[in-house]
Structure formats: C-alpha cells, structure tokens
C-alpha cells in the first residue's frame, strides 16, 4: 500500500515540506471515494474543502445560460483544486464529478486554518507554493494574491472568529482541544468556562449596543489577563471558555481573579450617570485540568459545563472546579 507522506511529495504545493511536516498535513487529510459519473459539489455549492486526487480524473464544468456544459478543467493524479473557493470564501464556480472511479484527499477550511494556527511555518511554506503554482498559469496573478490578503483578514476570521468580539468561536475552541490533547499528551491544561451573571441588566436597560460594548471589553479583559498562548473563544451569547495551556488550576484561579477585579470597574463605570444595575455584572467560572479530570475533549466540555452549572446555583460569582463537591 502507498505511504500517504511519500504520495503527498508528489502534490505541487507540499513538494518544499520536509518529511515530517508533510506527516503533519496528512493527519488533517480525509478520503473522499467516487464513484465515475458522480458529482463532487455543484456550481454555487458552499465551498468548504480544498481536494487532492490521489487516483482517478476529476472533470469541471461550467453551466451556460442555455443550459449548455462547458468543459473547464480536468484534475489527474497529484493535482489539487477547490483552493480558491475557500481562500475567497465564495461559492463553487464550476461543478466537479468523476471521470473514472476516483479517491480524493480533502482538506476542510477549519482544518486549514487550525492547522495553520498550530504550524504557522508550514502554513506559510504551503501558502507561498500555492502563489507560485497559481501564478504560473494564472494572468490575473494579482486578484489571487490579493485573494490571500482576504484570507488572512476575512476568510479565516469568518471561519474561527466570532465577529463581535475578535475572538475564537466555538468550533475553532473545541477543535483546539481535540488538537491540544493530540498533541501535547504529557503536558497539562486548564480548561474554563465562564458565563456573566446578570448581563441581561445591561442591554434592557442600556440597549444591545451597549450589552455589545460590554462584551467587547470583557473579550479584551480575558486577553490581558490569559497567557499569549491562551485559546480564548465566546462560545454563544455571554459565555466564554478559554483553554490555558501549561496552567494548574491556582494559576487558572488567580487569573481568573484578575478578571472579576476589573469586572467590578466595569460596573462602576457603566452605572455612572445612568440608571444604575439592581446587580453588579458578575463572573460565573467552571474549571477543569486536564489530565486529570478527563482526556478525552467531549469529556472535559461536559465537566466544565457542569462546573459551570454548579457555579450558577451556588449563587453565581462563583468559580467551581470539575468534580468539586
């Protein structure tokens, strides 16, 4: 059977990668089968994977206004595709289906953008190969790169940013977990949760402008007070959830600390001059370590959870570790 590493050095943009890190882009690679005349995705389809054929032809096409199929392009052994639809964000613009019975490695965007976060080095050498491959054959070299321009400032932050707050959303953070514990078994970390108390305060008697307000200084509290290696995401609504790599649970406690210190300023500030808050905006946290209270990442979400919840009851401004009585 075929090496997977020794394939991917046949693909144009993986050829500069060494060894090693062409095994780290193989982990986040899936098989994709087809069967010959199957349709991969269809002209305005949601793009959200790039593809490498590994055996088979791929065909594309584009539908003209007549109803007509014109022939686009035709992807063998080694080639990719679909790069640009993600880059831009945009919608499938030809449909893609099997010549021949083929198999396919794909790439999904959030893969791409994780795996770019972890291996920032490898993600640069894979990104400046895809501008000389596409270069190469494209007259328009300048919308592809200022394409790559929108990656880094749109693209990607559509995909794991929360827009409100600039930090990570909950699809991003939990796949930090998956890949922490993937990578770095023998080293610890905290995860938290955290929910503000009260907040409904704020935006019935202020307006959701200013709830927003709020929210984006909490998300600026949580970055001052978190290490710079920190994974920090809003999760939904006022919930927030941060994995702190290499941290116990007193230095997690004491950063957390930190925050609800300057959460009280915060209040202070926003009642000053208007009608004040029957209660103070407060800070609810879950904490779990892992190893030790799971390791698995469905497991320490649901603990943390739960911490969080038992927090709450307790009477809210509370921090409550997983497993605590």
């Known amino acids: 059977m075929e090496n997977l590493v020794d394939f991917l050095k046949q693909v144009h943009i993986l050829q500069d990668l060494s060894f090693l890190e062409r095994k780290a882009v193989g982990e986040c690679l899936k098989t994709v089968n ?4 199957e349709t991969l995705f269809l002209e305005g389809d949601t793009a959200r994977e790039m593809y490498i054929v590994k055996n088979g032809f791929i065909g594309s096409y584009k539908t003209l206004s007549d109803g007509a199929k014109l022939e686009m392009a035709r992807f063998s052994r080694g080639k990719f595709f679909g790069e640009m639809s993600i880059i831009d964000q945009k919608n499938r613009s030809l449909t893609c289906y099997a010549l021949t019975d083929a198999e396919l490695l794909a790439l999904e965007a959030i893969d791409f953008y994780l795996f770019v976060w972890e291996h920032p080095m490898i993600g640069n050498k894979i990104l400046k190969s895809m501008v000389g491959y596409m270069v190469s054959w494209l007259n328009e070299a300048e919308d592809f790169l200022n394409s790559l321009v929108l990656w880094g400032t749109k693209a990607r932050y559509q995909t794991i940013t929360d827009e ?3 930090l990570h959303n909950r699809r991003f953070f939990e796949e930090s977990i998956d890949s922490r514990i993937t990578q770095f078994k ?3 970390f905290c995860l938290l949760m955290c929910d503000l108390d009260n907040f409904h305060q704020v935006n019935s008697l202020w307006g959701p402008e200013t709830g927003d307000m709020m929210l984006k200084i909490v998300a600026e509290l949580l970055k001052n007070s978190f290490p710079a290696n920190a994974v920090i995401a ?3 609504g006022d919930e927030f959830a941060a994995l702190l790599p290499q941290t116990t649970k007193k230095d997690a406690v004491s950063m957390v600390e930190e925050v609800k210190k300057n959460l009280e300023l915060i209040n202070n500030n926003l ?3 208007k009608e004040s ?8 946290v879950g904490i779990s370590e ?3 209270h799971g390791q698995k990442a469905d497991d320490l979400m649901k603990l943390t959870d739960k911490a969080l919840f038992e927090a709450k009851k307790k009477g809210k401004n509370k921090i409550h570790y997983a497993g605590q009585e």
């Open 277 to 284: 808050l029957s209660r103070p905006v407060t800070l609810s």
């Open 34 to 37: 087809l069967k010959k005349d």
């Open 186 to 188: 023998n080293r610890n």
């Open 164 to 166: 409100l707050t600039g």
């Open 290 to 292: 892992y190893p030790e």
């Open 234 to 236: 809003r999760l939904d």
């Open 271 to 273: 009642n000053m001059g």
